[in-house]
């Protein structure tokens, strides 16, 4: 069965930092979308199973996408936050063909 779950979100002030974490089974997660109210989701980041990563103009030089092969674990590390970053994020893997998302974790950036 393939699980996909996210955490580490919450309330932070802006300039503030966090760190979000995606737990796989049975799929190697790739990349974070968010999805803000009234939005379409939008890739923040991605990182290939080679290591290459790529990021949304957006997040360029804040944010960081990492990820634990051992614990098959994917990593957003999120800093200097603004309240336009404010949304709900989700960890996203493809595997044979079909695109895998998570329940998804709630950041919320206040100014």
């Known amino acids: 069965q393939v699980q996909l779950v996210e955490s580490g979100g919450g309330l932070v002030q802006a300039g503030g930092s966090l760190r979000l974490s995606c737990a796989a089974s049975?799929?190697?997660?790739m990349a974070w979308y968010r999805q803000a109210p009234g939005k379409q989701r939008e890739l923040v980041a991605r990182?290939?199973?080679?290591?290459?990563?790529s990021y949304a103009d957006s997040v360029k030089g804040r944010f960081t996408i990492s990820r634990d092969n051992a614990k098959n674990t994917l990593y957003l590390q999120m800093n200097s936050l603004k309240p336009e970053d404010t949304a709900v994020y989700y960890c996203?893997?493809?595997?044979?063909?079909?695109?895998?998302w998570g329940q998804g974790t709630q950041v919320s950036v206040s100014s």
């Open positions: 990182i290939t199973s080679s290591g290459v990563t």
């Open positions: 049975n799929i190697n997660p």
């Open positions: 996203n893997g493809d595997r044979l063909g079909y695109s895998y």
